[in-house]
């Protein structure tokens, strides 16, 4: 089983639509979570961390399910702007050198 | 500008040849990292450095070495490329805590032939 796995895409939206992207993990003693974007051909760069509570960024809310071991993201009122593959990322403790954990990314198509 | 910055961004390499892959960082991170990224793998740890003058092994290390000499330098260099190690290189840094951004550089694409 992998460490992260998430939903296999592509994901096909017309603007302005709501999607949701899933992601389980498998250590429990992972630490932290994040998600993480990247264009195509391009470096993934941070688009938020998630936290026990639940973190909103504008049109992104993320949550995180420490029982569950889950983790979703969902973008509203999707743009353009917004395609790209998004990489479900979490570490392990600081001790196995504080590692980030990737998903194999969920890509996102926003067609006009 | 601050950031990372990676050498070469592409490279095409014959089986056998030795590679060194380059990348600085000017932000005054602790820790630095190497990642290959493959189709329908994902982005996995090559090897990584906590701080200056230490290093560990990541998830996929054989036939990747590394040095940290310095805060800034963390090259990675492939002693006699094969053809399974055409991929794409990042590397990243950060603070340290678990809690840190990773920085990602632009990339460097690597064929083997």
């Known amino acids: 089983r992998k460490e992260v796995e998430q939903d296999p895409g592509p994901f096909n939206v017309p603007e302005g639509a709501t999607v949701a992207f899933n992601c389980t993990y498998s250590?429990?003693?992972?630490?932290?979570f994040f998600w993480y974007r990247q264009d195509c051909r391009k470096e993934p760069k941070l688009l938020m961390s998630?936290?026990?509570?639940?973190n909103e960024d504008g049109r992104f809310t993320a949550q995180l399910n420490r029982a569950s071991q889950y983790i979703s993201l969902l973008i509203r009122d999707s743009k353009l702007s917004d395609s790209a593959t998004y990489l479900c990322?979490?570490?392990?403790?600081w001790g196995q050198g504080g590692k980030l954990i990737f998903g194999q990314g969920t890509e996102l198509s926003v067609k006009p | 500008i601050a950031g990372i910055t990676q050498a070469p961004t592409s490279q095409i390499l014959a089986a056998g040849r030795r590679m060194t892959l380059r990348c600085t960082q000017d932000?005054?991170?602790?820790?630095m990292y190497w990642y290959r990224q493959d189709l329908g793998l994902g982005l996995r740890l090559i090897h990584y450095?906590?701080?200056?003058?230490?290093?560990g092994k990541g998830e996929v290390p054989d036939g990747y070495s590394v040095s940290r000499a310095n805060t800034d330098d963390f090259p990675l260099t492939l002693a006699s490329a094969v053809p399974s190690q055409t991929s794409v290189y990042f590397c990243?840094?950060?603070?340290?805590?678990?809690?840190?951004?990773?920085?990602f550089g632009p990339g460097t694409r690597l064929t083997v032939l």
């Open positions: 932000m005054r991170h602790n820790a």
């Open positions: 250590n429990s003693a992972s630490q932290s």
């Open positions: 990322v979490v570490t392990s403790p």
């Open positions: 450095s906590n701080t200056a003058g230490t290093t």
């Open positions: 990243a840094s950060s603070d340290g805590r678990t809690t840190d951004t990773q920085y």
């Open positions: 998630v936290y026990s509570s639940g």
